[in-house]
């Protein structure tokens, strides 16, 4: 099975401030790679599908890349609407299965 | 506007049986295939499991293989969770979750999901 590591576990930044989140897989996934934002009490939002494209309506402050086993999540400037926790997830076709990794929780400093 | 709507979420006994239902709106059901997704209290996302468009392909987390049954009904715009064999790690909220016509495995579409408590 392929795992998924993210990092940090959570930060805190400031309004404005470019904050990234890293999310590794043990094995290459190609650009097999969402990106999701999930808020309290809510169900996750897709952001970011396949490493790098940015899901219809998502604001362009949000954007992914990396392919193979690394990748990375931008926000070029964090707004307060932004707080949540991320989390990324791999999937693959043989045999199908996904896995999401442990989440990322931003905060504003 | 598309909706998912979770149902069947309640506390049973380890060992007990329980299904959830997800009724679709606002898409063409039948086009899209259809997950399940879960969350533990406090916990992050797991997938559960995935139905093909048709119903003529099912896959399973190795978490629940052979204790759980996806289905659908393409006629009701319907999706089903059939759990069995319940422990008390399975307690979790369980989302459906519709694949993005982008790309598979993007799920666009969440429902509010509904909570399943394992418990004696």
């Known amino acids: ?109 | 506007e598309v909706q998912l709507v979770e149902s069947g979420g309640v506390v049973v006994q380890p060992g007990g049986s329980l299904r959830l239902s997800c009724a679709a709106s606002g898409f063409t059901f039948d086009d899209y295939t259809m997950h399940w997704v879960r969350q533990a209290p406090g916990k992050g996302l797991e997938w559960v499991s995935l139905i093909s468009w048709d119903g003529g392909s099912t896959y399973y987390a190795d978490s629940v293989k052979g204790r759980f049954t996806i289905s659908r009904d393409n006629s009701k715009n319907s999706l089903y969770l059939q759990m069995n064999s319940l422990r008390t790690e399975d307690t979790a909220l369980y989302y459906c979750a519709k694949d993005s016509a982008s790309s598979s495995w993007s799920f666009d579409y969440w429902g509010q999901g509904t909570l399943v408590t394992v418990s004696s």
């Open chain 1, 1 to 109: 099975d392929i795992q998924m590591t993210q990092s940090p576990s959570s930060l805190s930044a400031s309004v404005g401030d470019r904050v990234t989140i890293t999310c590794q897989a043990s094995q290459d996934i190609s650009n097999y790679l969402n990106w999701y934002q999930q808020k309290p009490g809510k169900a996750p939002k897709l952001l970011i599908y396949d490493a790098s494209n940015l899901e219809t309506g998502v604001p362009s402050r949000f954007s992914g890349s990396g392919s193979g086993t690394d990748f990375t999540f931008t926000i070029s400037s964090l707004q307060p609407e932004d707080i949540a926790t991320y989390y990324c997830q791999q999937y693959d076709n043989l045999p199908p299965e996904s896995t999401f990794g442990p989440g990322t929780k931003v905060d504003i400093k």
